[in-house]
């Protein structure tokens, strides 16, 4: 197709290859005309810039210093400022017009039910769970795990315990018993927070169960908080399970709840994410810095305005969902609309006729979702009115063009930008990213959000030519940057800030054109990107080795024509097995118990031997090559 012509910015520059210039429209009404000029203010001071758009947020006291830089990588940011995330997501805009506006749209996977909250009343909604969540007990510094389905009780239980200083952990519903109990135990949450059960592709969910038996070793939960979504029956413990519905005919929960007071550098929320090594990690973010950053990305790179309906298609569980979904809309007065389910229950057509049916403005998903909507054509689409829609947004990973181009000739009718945005549950808020003035270029996320810096190393830390593939690193501190991780700050530091001192490791591999665009290639380390979801090798490796006929395995990640990269593992059977399509089956059902479907191996192969360095570490990089035909390279460390 084509590619639209049309240069639009005030002083046009040129840019190389298959671009997508704005068109006039969009330039027209803009929030942010002039990219080049705001990005050049603020590469200039980006402290400056920070402040500045902070000064649009309410404080309960004003901070002393912006950046604190001093005990680096432990930055600190808009030190000793007092606030809190929730009073700005809500309290902020019942001063204004948009009291009244709504907040919040939901609709069930069954599209029998919808609801809709205002800012007004999802004061009410946040005051009355906080209340509750108070009332069990749980006070300013705790931890409280979520574990639900997309209803709007996620979302109010989110910053419920924002707004009395609890920290939330929220456990994607889509995980298993294992998982949900490693993440419980290691955040020491004293409250869970879940449903009854849930809906996915009009199958029930068992929340309420997987919750019970993954608590049922976790002698730090004092109170688990159950919301009815489903109804049907599920086991109650007397003393420690609690029915929502009932706490709010009790006379606990208040309509009015007070906002507690936190300190700009107080943690907000953990969230885990798989790593290199071992276990997931909890990634620390914190109410000052946090919400600075998830405001001001949102409001330029979706160029937020009063009359969007916007929807990122994203679970609340991931970061995404945190920053996207709950913090960054709210924070812009956004209504946002959440839908419980999939893109293709019952139908392909769901999306765009929920699209049509609420008029959205702006949608925003991953590419794994447009490539599985792309398989069922056109017609799809073509049934439903998609005009409102005026922004499209990607993320999760590399967005290969074919899909880049269905997403804006189909969805988008060739009139609204395709925002790529690259980021991690590390950094909280887009990192690279265009606006909508900015031209594009199907996969790349072209250039560094304001303020920001992103070099491409080599090995020695020297940059590497542009069009030279390196290793992806940023180079100046960002407010809403993860702090720590919970629990072990050696390996925050290890992790992100030792390969190459002061600079921030993303652990993603990237190259830059002439233009200064920056293309993500994908990860380095032992991290498998799954439709947009990270796992861990070692995670997926620990879980087969606790199925009794595994001796020995290795996990890889090789492309997928709609998850990006699937899972691939390398079995050696301990000597009483033998291998059968029977096994492989039960293996891989086996990693989905253990951590959850989404982990499910697309393949299990039976070997004698894994491909190690002298040392006994595998080289995943060799079975790579291997299964994918190519060459296997330096090959000097292997054991024999
Ligand atoms: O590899 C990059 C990929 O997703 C990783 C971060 O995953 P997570 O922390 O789960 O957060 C996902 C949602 C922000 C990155 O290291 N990734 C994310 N966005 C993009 C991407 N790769 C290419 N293009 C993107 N837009």
């Known amino acids: ?10 002083k046009p520059k040129k840019f190389n290859g298959e671009v997508y210039y704005p068109a006039e429209d969009v330039l027209a009404r803009a929030n942010l005309r002039d990219w080049e000029k705001t990005a050049r203010r603020a590469d200039k001071d980006f402290v400056g810039f920070w402040e500045q758009e902070a000064t649009q947020l309410e404080w309960f006291k004003p901070w002393k210093k912006t950046l604190d830089d001093g005990k680096a990588p432990f930055y600190k940011w808009f030190v000793g400022g007092k606030l809190n995330i929730v009073h700005n997501c809500i309290e902020r805009h019942l001063e204004t017009p948009r009291k009244n506006k709504l907040a919040l749209i939901w609709e069930s996977e069954d599209g029998k039910q919808d609801r809709s909250f205002s800012f007004h009343a999802l004061n009410r909604e946040v005051s009355r769970m906080a ?64 449903c009854d059960g849930g809906y996915q592709n009009g199958k029930l969910i068992e929340l309420k169960r997987i919750t019970d038996e993954a608590v049922a070793q976790c ?37 009015r709840f007070p906002t507690q007071p936190m300190d700009a550098e107080d943690p907000l929320f953990i969230l885990y994410t798989s790593g290199s090594t071992g276990r997931p990690k909890a990634i620390l973010h914190t109410h000052g810095g946090y919400m600075v950053g998830t405001y001001t990305t949102l409001k330029y790179v979706f ?50 006729q929920l699209i049509e049916r609420y008029g959205i403005t702006i949608l925003y998903t991953a590419p794994t979702a447009v490539r599985g909507l792309m398989r069922f054509g056109e017609d799809w689409p073509e049934q439903y009115d998609l005009s409102s829609l005026r922004l499209l947004g990607s993320v999760g990973e590399p967005i290969n063009p074919e899909a880049w181009r269905w997403y804006y000739r189909v969805i988008g ?37 304001f303020g920001q810096r992103a070099e491409i190393l080599d090995e020695t830390g020297k ?19 993860l702090r720590t991780i919970y629990g072990d700050a050696e390996l925050y530091k290890r992790q992100y800030w030792s390969k190459y001192p002061g600079k921030y490791m993303t652990g993603d591999s990237a190259r830059r054109d002439e233009d200064g665009y920056y293309w993500i290639i994908g990860r380095v380390d032992d991290v498998i990107n799954v439709s947009g979801h990270r796992l861990g090798t070692a995670e997926i490796e620990s879980a087969l080795i606790t199925h009794p006929a595994v001796a020995e395995s290795a996990a ?17 059977l301990k000597p009483e097995h033998s291998a059968s399509e029977q096994l492989a089956e039960e293996l891989r059902q086996h990693v989905a118990t253990v951590i959850g479907g989404i982990a499910r191996p697309e393949e299990v192969a039976f070997v004698d031997k894994l491909p190690k360095t002298r040392s006994g570490k595998i080289m995943r990089r060799v079975l790579k090559a291997r299964a994918q035909g190519l060459p296997e390279g330096d090959l000097s460390t292997l054991e024999d």
């Open 463 to 481: 940059p590497v030519k542009d069009g030279d593939e390196g290793y992806l690193v940023l180079t100046r501190p960002w407010p809403s940057m």
């Open 131 to 194: 209340s509750i969540i108070h009332a069990l007990g749980v006070k300013k510094g705790d931890r409280v795990t979520i574990y639900m389905g997309r209803i709007p009780e996620i979302i109010f239980a989110m910053l419920a315990c924002a707004k009395i200083g609890a920290v939330h952990s929220v456990v994607f519903g889509g995980f298993s018993v294992p998982a949900l109990r490693g993440r419980v135990q290691d955040s020491e949450s004293k409250l869970v927070i879940t």
């Open 219 to 255: 002698p730090g939960v004092e109170n688990v908080l159950v919301v009815r979504r489903t109804g049907h029956a599920v086991p109650f413990q007397p003393g420690r399970d609690h029915w929502y519905h009932e706490m709010l005919e009790s006379p606990v929960a208040k309509d």
């Open 413 to 449: 009718k060739g009139k609204t930008p395709i925002m790529d945005t690259w980021w991690q549950t590390e950094t909280g808020m887009f990192m690279i990213t265009p606006t909508p003035v900015v031209p594009l270029k199907p996969g790349s996320g072209t250039r560094p959000f």
């Open 1 to 10: 197709m084509p590619a639209a012509k049309k240069p639009g910015n005030a």
């Open 556 to 572: 890889i990640g090789l492309p997928h024509e709609v998850k990006g990269q699937a899972v691939h593992c390398f079995v050696l």
């Open 303 to 352: 160029d937020i305005k009063d009359e969007d309906r916007y929807w990122c298609a994203a679970d609340p569980g991931w970061i995404t969902g945190h920053s996207y979904i709950v913090y960054g809309p709210l924070l812009n007065g956004a209504t946002s609309f959440l839908y419980e389910g999939g893109p293709t229950f019952p139908n392909p057509g769901r999306w765009w």
